[in-house]
């Protein structure tokens, strides 16, 4: 079974300081995918990133960098320099070839950053 | 733009009612999702549905229902409406496995 894990449920920052989001999954397939999803208070759930299992090369957009590392069975969000626009609740999932290709989410976690 | 539209933004409907949360997306996706989601609770899958006329089951189907009887649209059913169901619905589509799920915006229900 899939199972991801975000052990920090709620951090509060200061804006500018930089903040990482930590994700941790389960699986035993050798194909999967993962995701990263941002929910603002308006509710809507927006796709930040994917990454394919077999590409460990970490990534940069902006302020935001995910690391991803197999050893570890982790895949990280960092926000660097946090602005306030960036309280949101953060979504990690994972994604195996199953029927109806479903999203293993993990708990989410609520970020604020305060001005 | 592609797009996933939940009919309601707010819903209030009273005990026992039947109520009908609509869903339709524009992408010709395969796969479509509901979810509620609960405070420390997280998004817990209710059902699914990777053609149409097909539906399985997620983690909570208890006092749900689906109906998909065209590819666009995926409808989730409340038998009888409980004050437990007051939450934040949210529909979501997919395609290919590599695809992640574009979700809607929600319905945030109340059961009063």
């Known amino acids: 079974a899939q199972k991801v894990t975000q052990a920090q449920t709620e951090i509060s920052v200061v804006e500018k300081e930089d903040v990482t989001l930590d994700c941790v999954y389960e699986?035993?397939?050798?194909?999967?995918?993962l995701f990263w999803y941002k929910q603002p208070p308006s509710g809507e759930l927006v796709f930040l990133i994917r990454?394919?299992?077999?590409?460990?090369q970490n990534e940069i957009s902006g302020r935001y960098s995910w690391n991803f590392q197999k050893s570890t069975s982790s895949f990280n969000f960092t926000i660097t320099a946090s602005q306030v626009v960036d309280s949101a609740v953060y979504f990690c999932a994972l994604r195996i070839n199953n029927a109806g290709n479903m999203l293993t989410f993990g708990g989410g976690t609520r970020l604020m950053v305060k001005p | 733009d592609v797009k996933v539209t939940q009919s309601s933004r707010y819903l209030v409907k009273r005990t026992g009612e039947k109520v009908f949360l609509e869903c339709v997306q524009d992408m010709d996706h395969e796969n479509m999702f509901w979810y509620r989601q609960d405070p420390g609770l997280g998004l817990r899958l209710i059902y699914f549905s990777y053609d149409v006329k097909m539906k399985e089951k997620g983690d909570i189907p208890e006092g749900y229902s689906v109906s998909r009887e065209k590819k666009e649209r995926f409808s989730l059913i409340l038998e009888s409406a409980s004050t437990n169901q007051t939450s934040m619905y949210l529909c979501?589509?997919?395609?290919?496995?590599?695809?992640?799920?574009?979700f809607g915006s929600g319905t945030r229900l109340t059961v009063v």
């Open positions: 699986t035993r397939d050798t194909t999967y995918y």
């Open positions: 979501a589509s997919s395609g290919q496995l590599w695809h992640g799920y574009t």
């Open positions: 990454r394919n299992s077999f590409d460990e």
